[in-house]
């Protein structure tokens, strides 16, 4: 299995920016459709952001669409999460995922079929 770490939450003020990084391991990050899940204190995780292998596909739910954006570099091994605009309600732990997909266009929204998770990292919006 791929090994997932993930760096760069913190407490910013609402509508600031901060970007996240997932970093893989062990095996290529280029095997796997990846996701962006965030768990705010007694919610259901829930995805905020999915990306296809080669990247040409993404998805986003209505909750952050047109503030967050997702994206890979298969060569360093990393994907990305760039949250603009951030709001109080955007406070959760995220974490990234990974799903070992033979297509290099399919993206994977649900969050049971992810395979491997890295141990989240806490982002913070205060108004």
């Known amino acids: 299995q791929v090994r997932l770490v993930e760096s760069g939450g913190g407490l910013v003020q609402a509508g600031d920016s901060l970007r996240l990084s997932c970093a893989a391991s062990?095996?290529?990050?280029?095997?796997?459709?990846m996701g962006w899940f965030r768990q705010a204190p007694g919610k259901e995780r829930e995805v905020v952001a999915a990306?296809?292998?080669?990247?040409?596909?993404?998805y986003y739910p209505n909750s952050v669409k047109g503030r967050f954006t997702i994206s890979r570099d298969n060569a360093k091994n990393t994907m990305y999460l760039q949250m603009n605009s951030l709001k109080p309600e955007d406070t959760a732990v995220y974490y990234c995922?990974?799903?070992?997909?033979?297509?290099?266009?399919?993206?994977?929204?649900?969050?049971?079929?992810?395979?491997?998770w890295g141990q989240g990292t806490q982002v913070t919006a205060s108004s």
């Open positions: 995922a990974a799903d070992f997909r033979t297509s290099q266009k399919t993206i994977t929204i649900t969050r049971s079929e992810y395979d491997s």
């Open positions: 062990v095996r290529p990050l280029s095997y796997y459709a």
């Open positions: 990306i296809s292998r080669n990247g040409e596909v993404t």
